[in-house]
């Protein structure tokens, strides 16, 4: 089977590079072993929070200048970064996924632990907070679905209230989500969200809330509503009438799995093919060592031949990286990854300090090629979480490492 | 020093590390809450059972062994089969008479051709419904597929085996109990599509029941017995007449393929990559420039492709799809992949109606939305349930290319 | 004892919250005695916590330690019967492989005979049908009467015993001071670290049961006990590879021993000698996972592939009585000291040395020896009075008695409780929720768990409950339970820095072991931690526990 591009891995990267491949007329494949990342999504996309120095970024577009040479930002240059930062707003919009932000001025978050992080990128379900330390209103009430574990209400509360706003907990009790209940594991967003979804459910929740309130000025939800289509989320905010906060809640994030969805079957309006739980397996090259087709478990002694190659496979959660006692390798391919000798320099003893392993991941010494054995692969692209050369969390850049990379590796098949 | 330098268990649940997603996508879930969802019923269990099998849960059996949990885990854990072999290894209850009659799709089959005017008057008899629900517990709501007054097997024999002889090329052909006992129309299909790109079609030594709701059913003796006389009349075509063995439908495929080795413990592994759905075959045929297909010019038609769950496992939907877009006149939209809900024998059962018409509810929706001809789909349950639950009929895609083809023009190609 | 006596006065005041401690605490409080229990930490967090669960069946020692193998061969026996929901009868197995000498095996079975223990010498092929991870190259096999135990849940059965007899136990408290009125010890000063507050209590005997911590306890008594700090470290698999306990069949050495425990299964020991400063202190090396794995393989080949979920290291309580560097062959044999005969120090004994078998003939000891001080005629009957939980064993028949459709969670919940389970609010969809998927703890359980068995916070949660300790060990229910606990403790702050804590609790002994599917997880946890909640380092670090 013959394509333009094959791209492996279908979380954020893939689908953004898919989609602007196809959407230029090219005829592209995602190879995805399963679904991804996108699933524990915070609701926003991070672009650079911070420097490796620990110093606070306000500017992601200028403070890009200032990161080591092997960031990915910095093999693209401050330019391409803050082109594609702004090219991506559009680009989402296109896919009917509202965002707003922008990358010359961090805006922050919430998060479900009530602290607060910058954020480039958030989706249509959050209020991005100008400030650290916005107060949210005077007084705040802040309902939970009676029974769900995964939004801690007095984490938010107590975080709220350090900026002076005055909180009280409530929670709804819904006759249908009752039912859920049937089951011990039944009560997660997306089992919520499911319910929520209904015509007249999320009516009567949005109803029982706007009851609660008594001299609150702002409510603050779970953000579990919308599975499938975001529209509830504008008409639960309309019927409650009074400003509505959503906050992301533990895993699964429903606003995350349906930007997920979103992206795909944009790819796949746009004519793509979506090969979902499927592993690629195998490559084989050319002579010029680049890569003339790829074999999968699922299409057996059907290779897939394409032109260009993109990996998206992301880093050891999606298996894009593997560790094993004594070494780190990159499955598919076995391109060329940067990581510490010997695993006792992976780790930090405590969980909270930066850890060594996850600035691991691939070097690309020539744009965003992959190199295999120090030899630099034409046709064969690294983009997103498998890049090495940034401690993403740290740094709060792993949305951004992966929409841009994606944006300009589609461009740089695109110009060839 | 080696060690766990790969440490890909057998126990393939330790690759599961919690993060939930096979639950989002777990049809059953949303609308059986008695059901605890493929994470706890199959890796969390798991761990629990091996302590001791007290912890076995009946609420397994909700489970319609769809795979679509494996499809979507991030980490390669067959979770439909550790929930399927759970329920091979602690369920002790022994299967109910109506599992039985169910499970038995070839005896029941064999029995019902014989008398196919009167059974398929009798069990559409509304007396007669009621009885199977009171009594047996199959939803009355249910209409059982007709059955054929010949078996495929027996038409195939009289009328087309020895012409098979005179092609260059040749397959084997699993037809499987569908197209034998309730729809030979299919397997005649298959045979004049094969015959026109010039590869004789021939039965297999001895084909039995691929066992499929004999497993689902927990009655895997027999399914075993199955799998063993299926293996050996496959090993035959393969291995000594150098005939590949292609299906119709997809279930039937993937119990080959899968099943056996994954939830029988029987090793198939020198033939698996020799059995398939003709549609791949074709596809690949095709792909590679070995045939020819000539299309009907004015052959048009609005086609509804329905991705089943065995499919979307296998994930062959693609070649089913690819050759549909080849017929020039076929508009084809491929359906938003959702189960259907009737699993096989799982939506015959009075307990799973409701469960079974929910799950199939948002498919059903986009298909009258869309408005299309007819609906195409590679699985013999699929269409039941979709002719079942919505206005229009369903076509194999093989049924679909004999439809579309000129028959003539694409042997005169192949030639 | 009848007349009244202020708040802060007892009978007897024990010193360590381990089992020994709480093993004495209930035998204590069984016979009348007012008792008071005090432990810096939690319960079960010292050595207690920290060994393979194993119910020896004594053939360990039998070759070299005939007296420790006849005392774990009784007690082995009567844990079966009081401590029925702590136990799992699951047999051992001392298996030769061809590179051990076969010859050891009859001197084994000897000795183990010699000592009252049933070895039985089985044919190797049966022996793999018995447990069949075990290596099929083995040569030759023994059956023996081993078993896993609880060692959390058993330590929490014998506190729950002393405080239903009347015992007060005080956790986070750690006594700074003996009070002492010239010769003899009268009562302790104790710091609060939850109240933060000091206070006295008074007893006319204050037993000593710090295990290795005892030698500072004996200090503050102006008494000395050397002891031998041998550092042990363990790994825990993700799940049961084998439900027999297995055994190498050859002098007690490293990594022989395999034993199934509730859902895991873990190998050790490793020995080696740690100086008393770090004893607070223990992690393990990488160095002691590769040997523990080389030789975990050769006992089941099938640890080879399977997932490591942490790594752990306790330190032996042994008391020094020669200069022995690997710590082995000393002996486990349990030390009672009376400090007003050795030492000239009254009102103050000190009980250690022993090991998790044998706790219960210990705290017998060490009652006996307060009773005959306080004058008191009463005898023992913790051989054959079942511990809380252990009435019944049957989980299907509890169960029957109080939910109509039991299902996983209710029956994993007898599985941890025993007879219990029944006093556990299970009873609608909120209590049945789940907190902890990966061992199916439900909100009902955390609640009684928070209510009923002293927890603070997650830590203890997790030593009562098993929330945590599995295959995720704590990704999500973390979370959850944390929510639950800063309902109970109204306290947002404590409880956010107690999730800290714990989640690093969690990581230390991951990161030993932190590779293929180990480090998928815990990228995962980081990205949920660190990423999504966006949480950043603690304010204090609890030392990290099994």
Same mark, same amino acid.
């Given at each position: 089977?013959?394509?333009?591009?094959?791209?492996?891995?279908?979380?954020?990267?893939?689908?953004?590079?898919?989609?602007?491949?196809?959407?230029?007329?090219?005829?592209?494949?995602?190879?995805?072993?399963?679904?991804?990342?996108?699933?524990?999504?915070?609701?926003?996309?991070?672009?650079?929070?911070?420097?490796?120095?620990?110093?606070?970024?306000?500017?992601?577009?200028?403070?890009?200048?200032?990161?080591?040479?092997?960031?990915?930002?910095?093999?693209?240059?401050?330019?391409?970064?803050?082109?594609?930062?702004?090219?991506?707003?559009?680009?989402?919009?296109?896919?009917?996924?509202?965002?707003?932000?922008?990358?010359?001025?961090?805006?922050?978050?919430?998060?479900?632990?009530?602290?607060?992080?910058?954020?480039?990128?958030?989706?249509?379900?959050?209020?991005?907070?100008?400030?650290?330390?916005?107060?949210?209103?005077?007084?705040?009430?802040?309902?939970?679905?009676?029974?769900?574990?995964?939004?801690?209400?007095?984490?938010?509360?107590?975080?709220?209230?350090?900026?002076?706003?005055?909180?009280?907990?409530?929670?709804?009790?819904?006759?249908?989500?009752?039912?859920?209940?049937?089951?011990?594991?039944?009560?997660?967003?997306?089992?919520?969200?499911?319910?929520?979804?209904?015509?007249?459910?999320?009516?009567?929740?949005?109803?029982?809330?706007?009851?609660?309130?008594?001299?609150?000025?702002?409510?603050?939800?779970?953000?579990?509503?919308?599975?499938?289509?975001?529209?509830?989320?504008?008409?639960?905010?309309?019927?409650?009438?009074?400003?509505?906060?959503?906050?992301?809640?533990?895993?699964?994030?429903?606003?995350?799995?349906?930007?997920?969805?979103?992206?795909?079957?944009?790819?796949?309006?746009?004519?793509?093919?979506?090969?979902?739980?499927?592993?690629?397996?195998?490559?084989?090259?050319?002579?010029?060592?680049?890569?003339?087709?790829?074999?999968?478990?699922?299409?057996?002694?059907?290779?897939?031949?394409?032109?260009?190659?993109?990996?998206?496979?992301?880093?050891?959660?999606?298996?894009?990286?593997?560790?094993?006692?004594?070494?780190?390798?990159?499955?598919?391919?076995?391109?060329?990854?940067?990581?510490?000798?010997?695993?006792?320099?992976?780790?930090?003893?405590?969980?909270?300090?930066?850890?060594?392993?996850?600035?691991?991941?691939?070097?690309?010494?020539?744009?965003?090629?992959?190199?295999?054995?120090?030899?630099?692969?034409?046709?064969?692209?690294?983009?997103?979480?498998?890049?090495?050369?940034?401690?993403?969390?740290?740094?709060?850049?792993?949305?951004?490492?992966?929409?841009?990379?994606?944006?300009?590796?589609?461009?740089?098949?695109?110009?060839? | 020093?080696?060690?766990?330098?790969?440490?890909?268990?057998?126990?393939?649940?330790?690759?599961?590390?919690?993060?939930?997603?096979?639950?989002?996508?777990?049809?059953?879930?949303?609308?059986?809450?008695?059901?605890?969802?493929?994470?706890?019923?199959?890796?969390?269990?798991?761990?629990?059972?091996?302590?001791?099998?007290?912890?076995?849960?009946?609420?397994?059996?909700?489970?319609?062994?769809?795979?679509?949990?494996?499809?979507?885990?991030?980490?390669?854990?067959?979770?439909?089969?550790?929930?399927?072999?759970?329920?091979?290894?602690?369920?002790?209850?022994?299967?109910?008479?109506?599992?039985?009659?169910?499970?038995?799709?070839?005896?029941?089959?064999?029995?019902?051709?014989?008398?196919?005017?009167?059974?398929?008057?009798?069990?559409?008899?509304?007396?007669?419904?009621?009885?199977?629900?009171?009594?047996?517990?199959?939803?009355?709501?249910?209409?059982?597929?007709?059955?054929?007054?010949?078996?495929?097997?027996?038409?195939?024999?009289?009328?087309?085996?020895?012409?098979?002889?005179?092609?260059?090329?040749?397959?084997?052909?699993?037809?499987?109990?569908?197209?034998?006992?309730?729809?030979?129309?299919?397997?005649?299909?298959?045979?004049?599509?094969?015959?026109?790109?010039?590869?004789?079609?021939?039965?297999?030594?001895?084909?039995?029941?691929?066992?499929?709701?004999?497993?689902?059913?927990?009655?895997?003796?027999?399914?075993?017995?199955?799998?063993?006389?299926?293996?050996?009349?496959?090993?035959?075509?393969?291995?000594?007449?150098?005939?590949?063995?292609?299906?119709?439908?997809?279930?039937?495929?993937?119990?080959?393929?899968?099943?056996?080795?994954?939830?029988?413990?029987?090793?198939?592994?020198?033939?698996?990559?020799?059995?398939?759905?003709?549609?791949?075959?074709?596809?690949?045929?095709?792909?590679?420039?070995?045939?020819?297909?000539?299309?009907?010019?004015?052959?048009?038609?609005?086609?509804?492709?329905?991705?089943?769950?065995?499919?979307?496992?296998?994930?062959?939907?693609?070649?089913?799809?690819?050759?549909?877009?080849?017929?020039?006149?076929?508009?084809?939209?491929?359906?938003?992949?959702?189960?259907?809900?009737?699993?096989?024998?799982?939506?015959?059962?009075?307990?799973?109606?409701?469960?079974?018409?929910?799950?199939?509810?948002?498919?059903?929706?986009?298909?009258?939305?869309?408005?299309?001809?007819?609906?195409?789909?590679?699985?013999?349950?699929?269409?039941?349930?979709?002719?079942?639950?919505?206005?229009?009929?369903?076509?194999?895609?093989?049924?679909?290319?004999?439809?579309?083809?000129?028959?003539?023009?694409?042997?005169?190609?192949?030639? | 004892?009848?007349?009244?006596?202020?708040?802060?006065?007892?009978?007897?005041?024990?010193?360590?919250? +381990?089992?020994?401690? /709480?093993? !004495?605490? #209930?035998?204590? $409080?069984?016979?009348?005695? &007012?008792?008071?229990? %005090?432990? @810096?930490?939690?319960?079960?967090?010292?050595?207690?916590?920290?060994?393979?669960?194993?119910?020896?069946? +004594?053939?360990?020692? /039998?070759? !070299?330690? #005939?007296?420790? $193998?006849?005392?774990?061969? &009784?007690?082995?026996? %009567?844990? @079966?019967?009081?401590?029925?929901?702590?136990?799992?009868?699951?047999?051992?197995?001392?298996?030769?492989?061809?590179?051990?000498?076969?010859?050891?095996?009859?001197?084994?079975?000897?000795?183990?005979?010699?000592?009252?223990?049933?070895?039985?010498?089985?044919?190797?092929?049966?022996?793999?049908?018995?447990?069949?991870?075990?290596?099929?190259?083995?040569?030759?096999?023994?059956?023996?009467?081993?078993?896993?135990?609880?060692?959390?849940?058993?330590?929490?059965?014998?506190?729950?015993?002393?405080?239903?007899?009347?015992?007060?136990?005080?956790?986070?408290?750690?006594?700074?001071?003996?009070?002492?009125?010239?010769?003899?010890?009268?009562?302790?000063?104790?710091?609060?670290?939850?109240?933060?507050?000091?206070?006295?209590?008074?007893?006319?005997?204050?037993?000593?049961?710090?295990?290795?911590?005892?030698?500072?306890?004996?200090?503050?008594?102006?008494?000395?006990?050397?002891?031998?700090?041998?550092?042990?470290?363990?790994?825990?698999?993700?799940?049961?590879?084998?439900?027999?306990?297995?055994?190498?069949?050859?002098?007690?050495?490293?990594?022989?021993?395999?034993?199934?425990?509730?859902?895991?299964?873990?190998?050790?020991?490793?020995?080696?000698?740690?100086?008393?400063?770090?004893?607070?202190?223990?992690?393990?090396?990488?160095?002691?996972?590769?040997?523990?794995?080389?030789?975990?393989?050769?006992?089941?080949?099938?640890?080879?592939?399977?997932?490591?979920?942490?790594?752990?290291?306790?330190?032996?309580?042994?008391?020094?009585?020669?200069?022995?560097?690997?710590?082995?062959?000393?002996?486990?044999?349990?030390?009672?000291?009376?400090?007003?005969?050795?030492?000239?120090?009254?009102?103050?004994?000190?009980?250690?040395?022993?090991?998790?078998?044998?706790?219960?003939?210990?705290?017998?000891?060490?009652?006996?020896?307060?009773?005959?001080?306080?004058?008191?005629?009463?005898?023992?009957?913790?051989?054959?009075?079942?511990?809380?939980?252990?009435?019944?064993?049957?989980?299907?028949?509890?169960?029957?008695?109080?939910?109509?459709?039991?299902?996983?969670?209710?029956?994993?919940?007898?599985?941890?409780?025993?007879?219990?389970?029944?006093?556990?609010?299970?009873?609608?969809?909120?209590?049945?929720?789940?907190?902890?998927?990966?061992?199916?703890?439900?909100?009902?359980?955390?609640?009684?768990?928070?209510?009923?068995?002293?927890?603070?916070?997650?830590?203890?949660?997790?030593?009562?409950?098993?929330?945590?300790?599995?295959?995720?060990?704590?990704?999500?229910?973390?979370?959850?339970?944390?929510?639950?606990?800063?309902?109970?403790?109204?306290?947002?702050?404590?409880?956010?820095?107690?999730?800290?804590?714990?989640?690093?609790?969690?990581?230390?002994?991951?990161?030993?072991?932190?590779?293929?599917?180990?480090?998928?997880?815990?990228?995962?946890?980081?990205?949920?931690?660190?990423?999504?909640?966006?949480?950043?380092?603690?304010?204090?670090?609890?030392?990290?526990?099994?």
């Amino acid at each position: 089977m013959k394509f333009d591009t094959i791209i492996i891995g279908g979380g954020l990267s893939g689908l953004v590079c898919g989609i602007k491949l196809q959407k230029a007329g090219q005829k592209c494949a995602i190879v995805s072993a399963g679904q991804s990342a996108m699933h524990f999504s915070s609701g926003t996309f991070d672009l650079l929070g911070r420097l490796p120095d620990g110093t606070a970024v306000e500017n992601p577009s200028e403070a890009a200048g200032r990161l080591d040479k092997g960031h990915p930002y910095s093999i693209l240059g401050t330019e391409a970064v803050l082109k594609y930062a702004d090219e991506a707003k559009d680009f989402f919009a296109e896919c009917g996924i509202s965002v707003s932000g922008d990358a010359r001025k961090n805006s922050w978050r919430i998060t479900p632990a009530g602290e607060r992080k910058p954020a480039w990128l958030t989706l249509g379900d959050f209020t991005p907070l100008a400030s650290k330390d916005e107060k949210i209103g005077n007084r705040a009430l802040i309902v939970n679905i009676l029974g769900y574990l995964d939004f801690n209400t007095k984490f938010l509360a107590d975080s709220f209230e350090k900026q002076g706003t005055e909180c009280r907990i409530a929670a709804v009790r819904l006759d249908e989500m009752e039912r859920l209940r049937k089951n011990p594991s039944e009560m997660r967003a997306t089992n919520i969200a499911r319910v929520m979804d209904r015509d007249g459910i999320w009516e009567k929740a949005a109803l029982q809330i706007k009851e609660l309130i008594r001299e609150e000025d702002v409510v603050v939800l779970p953000a579990v509503f919308g599975l499938k289509d975001a529209s509830v989320v504008d008409k639960i905010r309309e019927t409650i009438g009074v400003r509505t906060i959503f906050a992301a809640t533990m895993p699964p994030s429903v606003p995350g799995i349906r930007t997920q969805m979103a992206l795909r079957s944009e790819f796949e309006k746009a004519g793509g093919r979506f090969f979902l739980g499927d592993t690629v397996t195998g490559s084989e090259c050319r002579e010029n060592g680049e890569i003339e087709s790829v074999g999968t478990v699922n299409f057996g002694d059907i290779r897939l031949h394409a032109d260009n190659f993109v990996l998206a496979s992301g880093s050891f959660f999606s298996k894009g990286m593997i560790a094993s006692p004594s070494k780190i390798y990159e499955p598919i391919f076995g391109i060329d990854l940067n990581y510490a000798e010997g695993r006792g320099n992976w780790f930090d003893g405590c969980f909270w300090n930066r850890q060594n392993y996850i600035s691991f991941g691939a070097c690309t010494k020539d744009g965003l090629h992959a190199s295999i054995n120090g030899n630099t692969i034409g046709n064969l692209y690294v983009i997103g979480s498998l890049l090495g050369g940034s401690n993403t969390l740290y740094e709060g850049c792993g949305g951004g490492i992966a929409i841009i990379t994606a944006m300009a590796a589609a461009d740089s098949i695109l110009n060839k | 020093m080696n060690m766990q330098e790969k440490n890909i268990s057998a126990n393939n649940f330790e690759q599961c590390i919690k993060c939930t997603v096979c639950t989002v996508y777990c049809p059953v879930v949303p609308v059986n809450p008695l059901y605890p969802g493929p994470k706890q019923a199959g890796p969390d269990g798991e761990r629990l059972r091996l302590k001791k099998g007290i912890y076995f849960d009946d609420t397994l059996k909700y489970c319609m062994n769809c795979k679509r949990c494996e499809v979507a885990c991030p980490s390669g854990v067959r979770i439909g089969d550790i929930i399927q072999a759970a329920r091979l290894k602690y369920n002790t209850q022994p299967p109910k008479l109506r599992d039985m009659i169910l499970a038995s799709t070839d005896l029941m089959g064999s029995i019902a051709t014989k008398a196919a005017p009167i059974v398929n008057m009798t069990v559409g008899m509304k007396p007669v419904k009621a009885a199977m629900d009171g009594v047996l517990g199959i939803d009355k709501h249910r209409t059982f597929p007709k059955y054929s007054s010949r078996t495929f097997e027996k038409w195939f024999n009289k009328n087309v085996k020895a012409f098979q002889e005179s092609f260059n090329r040749h397959v084997s052909f699993f037809h499987g109990c569908f197209v034998n006992y309730n729809y030979p129309q299919l397997g005649k299909d298959l045979v004049s599509v094969m015959n026109s790109i010039g590869y004789g079609v021939h039965l297999l030594d001895k084909e039995k029941c691929c066992g499929v709701a004999l497993i689902s059913n927990g009655m895997t003796d027999r399914a075993r017995k199955n799998a063993a006389i299926n293996l050996e009349s496959i090993r035959k075509s393969v291995n000594e007449r150098q005939m590949p063995v292609i299906g119709t439908s997809s279930t039937c495929s993937f119990t080959l393929r899968d099943e056996y080795p994954h939830l029988l413990g029987i090793n198939n592994e020198d033939v698996r990559d020799y059995i398939e759905l003709a549609s791949r075959f074709i596809y690949r045929i095709v792909d590679e420039g070995k045939v020819k297909l000539v299309f009907k010019k004015d052959y048009k038609a609005r086609i509804a492709y329905h991705t089943p769950c065995h499919m979307e496992k296998l994930g062959w939907g693609i070649f089913s799809t690819e050759l549909l877009r080849m017929i020039p006149g076929a508009e084809v939209t491929v359906l938003e992949s959702n189960c259907c809900g009737i699993a096989g024998t799982y939506g015959f059962k009075k307990e799973n109606y409701h469960v079974s018409q929910a799950i199939g509810k948002p498919l059903f929706e986009q298909i009258n939305k869309l408005r299309p001809d007819f609906v195409a789909c590679d699985c013999e349950t699929c269409k039941w349930q979709i002719e079942m639950s919505t206005e229009y009929a369903v076509k194999n895609p093989i049924s679909v290319l004999a439809e579309a083809l000129d028959l003539v023009a694409t042997s005169e190609a192949n030639k | 004892m009848a007349q009244a006596r202020r708040d802060n006065e007892f009978d007897v005041i024990i010193v360590g919250g +381990g089992i020994t401690g /709480a093993g !004495t605490a #209930r035998d204590c $409080a069984m016979r009348g005695l &007012r008792v008071l229990l %005090i432990e @810096r930490h939690d319960l079960a967090t010292g050595a207690t916590g920290r060994n393979h669960g194993l119910l020896h069946s +004594g053939a360990r020692y /039998a070759v !070299t330690d #005939r007296e420790s $193998a006849e005392e774990c061969i &009784r007690e082995n026996m %009567i844990l @079966r019967k009081i401590a029925r929901h702590c136990v799992e009868e699951t047999e051992g197995l001392f298996i030769t492989l061809p590179e051990d000498d076969l010859g050891y095996q009859a001197k084994f079975v000897e000795s183990c005979l010699a000592a009252g223990i049933n070895a039985e010498v089985i044919d190797p092929k049966d022996a793999l049908r018995m447990e069949p991870s075990a290596n099929p190259e083995l040569i030759g096999a023994v059956k023996v009467p081993d078993g896993a135990v609880d060692p959390f849940r058993l330590t929490s059965a014998n506190v729950i015993d002393a405080k239903l007899h009347g015992a007060k136990v005080l956790v986070y408290s750690e006594v700074t001071k003996l009070i002492k009125e010239g010769d003899t010890i009268t009562g302790v000063e104790v710091y609060n670290a939850i109240t933060k507050e000091s206070a006295k209590y008074y007893a006319p005997i204050t037993v000593n049961a710090g295990g290795i911590w005892g030698q500072r306890i004996a200090e503050m008594a102006g008494a000395r006990i050397n002891m031998f700090p041998a550092k042990g470290a363990l790994l825990i698999f993700g799940h049961r590879v084998n439900n027999v306990v297995l055994n190498r069949c050859r002098k007690p050495a490293n990594a022989d021993i395999l034993v199934p425990g509730d859902t895991i299964c873990l190998i050790g020991t490793t020995s080696s000698r740690v100086p008393f400063g770090e004893v607070d202190n223990m992690y393990v090396t990488a160095d002691e996972v590769d040997l523990l794995l080389q030789e975990g393989e050769k006992l089941a080949p099938s640890l080879a592939t399977t997932r490591i979920l942490r790594a752990y290291a306790g330190v032996r309580p042994l008391v020094a009585t020669d200069d022995d560097p690997s710590g082995r062959n000393i002996s486990r044999g349990i030390v009672l000291l009376d400090h007003e005969t050795r030492d000239g120090i009254k009102g103050f004994i000190s009980i250690t040395g022993g090991k998790l078998m044998t706790y219960r003939l210990m705290a017998e000891w060490a009652t006996d020896l307060v009773c005959k001080k306080l004058n008191i005629g009463k005898a023992c009957r913790t051989m054959d009075t079942p511990l809380p939980g252990s009435e019944n064993e049957n989980i299907e028949e509890i169960s029957k008695q109080t939910w109509a459709k039991p299902g996983t969670p209710h029956k994993a919940t007898i599985g941890r409780h025993g007879a219990r389970a029944l006093n556990i609010g299970l009873k609608d969809g909120y209590d049945t929720s789940l907190v902890c998927e990966c061992e199916e703890v439900s909100v009902g359980e955390v609640k009684y768990a928070i209510e009923e068995l002293d927890v603070h916070n997650l830590v203890d949660l997790r030593r009562r409950t098993r929330v945590g300790m599995g295959t995720c060990q704590g990704e999500l229910c973390a979370c959850r339970a944390a929510g639950m606990l800063a309902d109970a403790h109204q306290c947002t702050e404590r409880t956010k820095n107690d999730l800290k804590n714990f989640i690093n609790e969690r990581w230390k002994g991951m990161y030993p072991v932190c590779w293929s599917d180990t480090l998928r997880e815990s990228e995962y946890s980081q990205w949920i931690y660190s990423g999504v909640c966006g949480l950043e380092g603690p304010e204090t670090h609890n030392e990290d526990n099994k």
